[in-house]
């Protein structure tokens, strides 16, 4: 008779890693960014938080992990009060700032300094709060990721982390990004699993040094610059999707080092196709104006009578309006959508059955640090 002593079964060998399956139909998103685009031009921008609700759900939704989708339970309107509630913090600060800059003329340039501070402070506790806000407002499996810790915490961190990458003139940038990715993946959490996030700045900065030393020449040489920014880029994505860490499962990417090529020339290349036909719009309406009017071109820019360049100011703000509006259709296409897909079509995710018995846990975060987020422009997905 044979038998084996308890305990030493050997163990099964690891299950595969699990892809991550992105189904969203890239016309249907295009057509819903731009009715949300035009929406948000009639509504003096605030059909936004509609625009950015629909935009998560979207992306969200057509995520599947191990043949599950995420979900994004996220509303418009906990958007839209979460800004207004900042906004009546952050106007009484702009209006102070500006009383004193017309009371006290000839030291507006040093109160600059501290105005700068605070927002910065704003800013980076605004990037806490609105993460902490979008995680718990993404449930996969019907468990919600949420987080704790301290925004004011991470602002601290950010401030001075940053006051470091000053003074080396961009040196200290990758253990910057660890540092701070460290502190909020460590207070990341899927139900009952905690995060955490094992990448190193010294990793980073082996993968981009060169980038750090030519910046300079990207910075004179303009063709150069969409070309680095992108090359940086995807390296920080892989970086970063490799040090993930939730309970028993990671993350890896096998991204590209010219995964963003296309996407950000593209943006470039629509930015200048818009630009130069605004040109041709205003060459082409003030003839018209001219024409019809009987105004000589040298009199309508002259700025002694104003009735005459009215006609061309109004075109100029329809124009305006116009290529912003398709900039921000552009940008949200090629650098929201296009690059999600493209990112989440290299990650594959290991272990993921340490996540098959989790318990819910945490509770619903607020929407003011989004809020903040959008008054201070520093939002994101």
Do not use: C
Not at 16 to 40: C, H, I, Q, W, Y
Not at 100 to 122: D, K, T, V
Not at 145 to 150: A, E, H, L, Q, R
Not at 154 to 177: H, I, Q
Request: net charge neutral; no cysteine.
């Amino acid at each position: 008779m044979q038998w084996t002593p308890i305990g030493s079964e050997p163990l099964p060998p690891p299950l595969p890693p699990t892809r991550v399956d992105f189904s969203g139909n890239r016309s249907e998103f295009r057509r819903m960014v731009t009715k949300g685009a035009m929406l948000e031009l009639v509504t003096f921008g605030f059909y936004r938080f509609w625009l950015v609700t629909d935009i998560r759900r979207n992306l969200w939704a057509n995520t599947a992990i191990d043949g599950d989708a995420a979900e994004y339970t996220g509303r418009a309107k906990e958007l839209l009060i979460g800004f207004l509630v900042a906004l009546a913090i952050l106007v009484p600060i702009y209006l102070a700032y500006f009383l004193i800059g017309i009371e006290f003329e000839r030291w507006q340039g040093f109160a600059s300094l501290p105005l700068f501070i605070g927002f910065y402070a704003f800013g980076q506790f605004a990037i806490f709060r609105a993460r902490r806000y979008r995680l718990t407002r993404t449930v996969w499996r019907g468990v919600r990721f949420w987080m704790d810790g301290s925004g004011w915490a991470y602002s601290l961190r950010a401030m001075l982390w940053g006051l470091l990458v000053f003074l080396t003139l961009g040196l200290a940038l990758p253990w910057r990004e660890a540092a701070l990715e460290r502190y909020k993946m460590q207070h990341t959490h899927y139900g009952d699993l905690s995060g955490d996030f094992e990448g190193d700045g010294w990793t980073f900065f082996k993968r981009g040094w060169w980038l750090w030393l030519l910046s300079p020449v990207a910075l004179v040489i303009f063709p150069l610059a969409p070309f680095f920014y992108a090359e940086f880029k995807a390296r920080e994505w892989r970086w970063w999707l490799d040090g993930i860490r939730i309970g028993g499962v990671s993350l890896s990417s096998n991204l590209p080092h010219d995964a963003f090529y296309g996407l950000y020339w593209k943006v470039v290349g629509w930015w200048a196709l818009l630009s130069a036909a605004f040109g041709a719009y205003m060459v082409v309406g003030t003839l018209l104006v001219v024409q019809l009017t009987g105004v000589p071109v040298d009199e309508v820019f002259e700025p002694g009578d104003g009735a005459k360049s009215i006609p061309v100011v109004a075109m100029m703000i329809i124009g305006y309006f116009a290529v912003a509006l398709a900039i921000n259709i552009v940008m949200r296409v090629y650098l929201q959508r296009d690059l999600w897909a493209k990112v989440l079509e290299t990650v594959e995710v290991h272990d993921i059955a340490a996540a098959a018995d989790v318990q819910g846990r945490g509770e619903l975060a607020g929407a003011l640090g989004e809020g903040f987020a959008d008054g201070l422009d520093v939002a994101g997905f």
